[in-house]
């Protein structure tokens, strides 16, 4: 069984903060692929990022950054200098080797103000 | 600009109606997807089709009928829908299998459907 869980239900900053949004995930399979898809209000969710479970590297991507640890199985996501395009529900998701499909985690609404 | 697109973007019909949901994507993906999302939910999926066959069904009531009629389309045919059924329909494809695919899956807008 896999699970995902982001217990933020809904962050708001004021633009140029940074924020971290958290994804706890579950697996008893030593193999597996951990995501984050934006969605902006138009529906699309956005692949972000994809990282495997031998790939304890953190990884930066302009304002985006990630830290996967396994010691506290946890995926975290910061977001540094928030601006308002920023404002999406975030979803963390999960599959492992034995499972089926993707598992999402119940997202995060992160609003950033101006 | 989306890799897949979803026609229509928008849906409101009856419940007699008869309706499809057109999906297609052109970056050779061989798996493709469909689920549902409801407001303030995630994404739940409906079916997986694996070159071009269907290899997951989340035992979806039969009202939903999928088709891939090639490699680079996706239609969702609808019949006799249920007020509950109102919902964001997403598309996505992904290389690979599909079934426990790693590879991220590229989703399109969606069709936000309405049934009166």
């Known amino acids: 069984a896999q699970k995902v869980t982001q217990a933020q239900t809904e962050i708001s900053v004021v633009e140029k903060e940074d924020v971290t949004l958290d994804c706890v995930y579950e697996?008893?399979?030593?193999?597996?692929?951990l995501f984050w898809y934006k969605q902006p209000p138009s529906g699309e969710l956005v692949f972000l990022i994809r990282r495997n479970s031998f790939d304890e590297q953190n990884e930066i991507s302009g304002r985006y950054s990630w830290n996967f640890q396994k010691s506290t199985s946890s995926f975290n996501f910061t977001i540094t200098a928030s601006q308002v395009v920023d404002s999406a529900v975030y979803f963390c998701?999960?599959?492992?080797?034995?499972?089926?499909?993707?598992?999402f985690g119940s997202g995060t609404q992160l609003t950033v103000l101006p | 600009d989306t890799e897949v697109t979803q026609t229509p973007k928008h849906l409101v019909m009856g419940m007699t109606n008869k309706k499809s949901l057109k999906c297609e994507q052109h970056m050779g993906h061989r798996a493709m997807y469909w689920y549902k999302q409801k407001a303030k939910k995630p994404p739940e999926l409906m079916f997986v089709?694996?070159?071009?066959?269907?290899?997951i069904n989340e035992s979806v009531p039969s009202r939903f009928s999928p088709e891939c009629p090639n490699s680079s389309l996706l239609n969702l045919h609808l019949h006799a829908l249920q007020p509950e059924d109102s919902a964001l329909y997403l598309c996505a494809s992904s290389q690979g299998t599909g079934f426990g695919s790693n590879q991220p899956q590229h989703f399109g807008d969606g069709t936000r459907l309405s049934i009166l």
């Open positions: 089709y694996s070159y071009e066959k269907l290899s």
């Open positions: 998701a999960l599959i492992s080797g034995s499972a089926r499909q993707l598992t």
């Open positions: 697996t008893r399979d030593t193999t597996y692929y």
